[in-house]
């Protein structure tokens, strides 16, 4: 059995053993912090490049779909007036409408009225055809009345120049 300086020689060799591997670990895991530690600053700056960057886009984004918002409510504000105004003009088509219908139900009736003037126009021009038939038939006989006349005042005519002619002159 060793003695307990052996014994405490090997726990210090044992010692000084883990207390190298441990300070060799220690300065591997420092190298690797400051490693890090670099690597952690490049990703923060280019968390930040990215932050601001994205920020900037966004920016962007947001005038962009605030501008195209405002664009819309205007054209939305210019449609209502522009569908207010045919719903007016829609309402004036339908009173003109109205109106229109009323007219042509009077023009209906007006020409009903006409017709029925018609009508009684080709009636009373029926009649109007027999008074001319009936005139021509008495014009015929007023012309032979008058060549008759006229014959008859030849007669006299001829009748006056014999008589006149037998007739002594007075001086």
């Avoid at 309402?91 to 007219?103: E, I, P, R």
Wanted: hydrophobic fraction near 40%.
């Amino acid at each position: 059995m060793p003695t307990q300086e052996e014994r405490l020689a090997a726990l210090e060799q044992r010692t000084a053993t883990h207390i190298e591997e441990v300070n060799e670990n220690l300065a591997i895991t420092i190298g690797l912090v400051h490693i890090l530690t670099g690597d952690i600053k490049k990703i923060h700056r280019r968390i930040d490049d990215v932050q601001t960057s994205l920020q900037e886009t966004l920016t962007i984004h947001i005038d962009a779909t605030n501008a195209h918002f405002n664009l819309l409510q205007k054209h939305a504000e210019k449609t209502d007036k522009d569908m207010a105004e045919v719903k007016q003009d829609v309402a004036s088509l339908k009173q003109d409408m109205a109106g229109v219908k009323q007219d042509v139900a009077s023009l209906k009736q007006d020409m009903a009225g006409v017709k029925q003037d018609v009508a009684s126009l080709k009636q009373d021009m029926a009649g109007v055809k027999q008074d001319v038939a009936s005139l021509k038939q008495d014009m015929a006989g007023v012309k032979q009345d008058v060549a008759s006349l006229k014959q008859d005042n030849s007669e006299i005519k001829a009748t006056l120049a014999l008589i006149l002619a037998r007739l002594p002159e007075k001086s």
